[in-house]
């Protein structure tokens, strides 16, 4: 069977378009944060607060593992980058799996792992 028409391709591709969604919305959430933080935006701004509250639970479970950066009421936040780069994996990591249920002919499977052997 032709994996392109796999009865498995379209919703496949739409798990991963949606994994890459909330991921992409996640990603921009937290940037703000970190650009927040870095100008020193005033935390009892409508906007600033609003991004503080939705990030938090997301950025919470990294705030402890570095020290905050100071520099003249300018934060930079390292915990705040770990968490973009722990998400973005995360993303990848669920994408290979949605990947890895993926219909592949007999030969295509083959030569995938003709290829893995040689690496």
Do not use: C, H
């Amino acid at each position: 069977m032709d994996s392109y028409n796999s009865p498995s391709t379209k919703p496949l591709y739409r798990g991963t378009q949606i994994v890459w969604y909330i991921a992409g919305l996640l990603e921009a959430l937290l940037a703000f944060r970190f650009l927040l933080k870095l100008f020193g935006a005033n935390p009892y701004a409508g906007f600033t607060g609003f991004v503080y509250g939705i990030t938090y639970p997301f950025a919470a479970p990294f705030l402890s593992v570095f020290k905050i950066t100071d520099v003249n009421g300018s934060l930079f936040e390292w915990t705040t980058l770990l968490a973009m780069l722990v998400y973005w994996l995360i993303a990848m990591a669920i994408i290979k799996l949605f990947l890895m249920g993926k219909t592949v002919s007999t030969p295509e499977a083959a030569a995938k792992l003709d290829n893995q052997e040689q690496k």
